[in-house]
């Protein structure tokens, strides 16, 4: 039996329709002290000193195990019934569990699509486009978290809306507040925007953030489930991302996948799609037959 403390503001109950799933902030963190709270108790259980002491005879042997007890408390594995709490209080200043990024010497570009490197076991090819999908989905994730993704404009921007638009505008009112967007009536068909999701330069023209809001517009009515946050903050950092058809500096290319690594899944983009693909040494030894 788990007992998981933590506060309320680290918990998203939005997840499931009908709250059967949950999300939460630093997960990672979670995971990380889950295992160690896991280990440690399976350790002590395992440990020779523990089962020589509950052989000691009478209050010699409670002592040792009470002894034994407060030394192990605090993990998350229940003993005798009795639940004990993970201490979330100090999550902030656990260490994030970040694989290691492999070790890539970066050889160059192909097709101005793809970055050419050489791992420890053969060529990685990188699709840049995807990587850096992947990167500015996290960062908006984490900007929308902590409450950081509006960005204010410092000239408001005038868009013209067609009558449809504006119906479907006053259903997506709430949404777009909720991801950064401050979007009011000037006028007639005319639209003042003060303020956009934090993307970079990407929203910085009326043509763009109207662009935005067509695609948006049509997935139809916004819902209010974080699944659908989601999609949205995907098609964000879609159109924001380096595009195929851009030649990258070698110093971009490092910077790129020094980023990706810094991800929580840097193997694939946001829609599911491979970010990167090894061919191993060995396959490339039978590629040129020599072997």
């Not at 040792?64 to 100090?90: K, Y």
């Not at 410092?154 to 967007?181: H, N």
């Not at 009515?221 to 851009?246: E, H, N, Y």
């Amino acid at each position: 039996v788990i007992s998981l403390q933590a506060e309320p503001s680290m918990v998203d109950v939005n997840v499931h329709p009908t709250k059967r799933e949950i999300r939460l902030l630093h997960e990672p963190e979670i995971a990380a002290a889950l295992t160690a709270a896991a280990a440690a108790a399976l350790e002590s259980h395992a440990r020779p000193g523990r089962r020589a002491e509950s052989m000691m005879p009478g209050p010699a042997a409670e002592k040792a195990m009470e002894a034994e007890e407060a030394r192990t408390s605090q993990t998350v594995v229940a003993e005798s019934g009795n639940q004990s709490t993970l201490p979330l209080a100090s999550a902030d200043e656990l260490p994030m569990p970040l694989p290691r990024p492999p070790r890539l010497r970066i050889l160059g570009q192909i097709k101005k699509l793809y970055i050419v490197a050489e791992g420890e076991d053969g060529l990685v090819l990188i699709d840049q486009h995807a990587a850096a999908e992947r990167i500015r989905f996290e960062m908006l994730q984490e900007s929308y978290r902590s409450r950081k993704i509006r960005q204010d404009l410092v000239a408001p921007l005038s868009i013209e809306l067609s009558a449809s638009e504006r119906v479907v505008l006053a259903t997506w009112q709430e949404t777009l507040q909720d991801i950064g967007f401050d979007i009011s009536p000037f006028g007639g068909n005319t639209y003042t925007v003060r303020a956009v999701p934090a993307t970079g330069r990407y929203l910085e023209s009326a043509d763009s953030v109207h662009d935005l809001l067509r695609e948006l517009f049509l997935s139809g009515k916004a819902s209010p489930s974080s699944s659908d946050r989601d999609d949205i903050l995907k098609l964000l950092a879609c159109r924001g991302s380096i595009k195929s058809g851009k030649e990258l500096s070698p110093s971009e290319s490092k910077k790129l996948l020094d980023d990706l690594f810094l991800c929580r899944n840097p193997k694939t983009c946001p829609h599911g799609r491979p970010v990167m693909v090894s061919i191993e040494e060995s396959r490339l030894e039978r590629l040129f037959s020599r072997r």
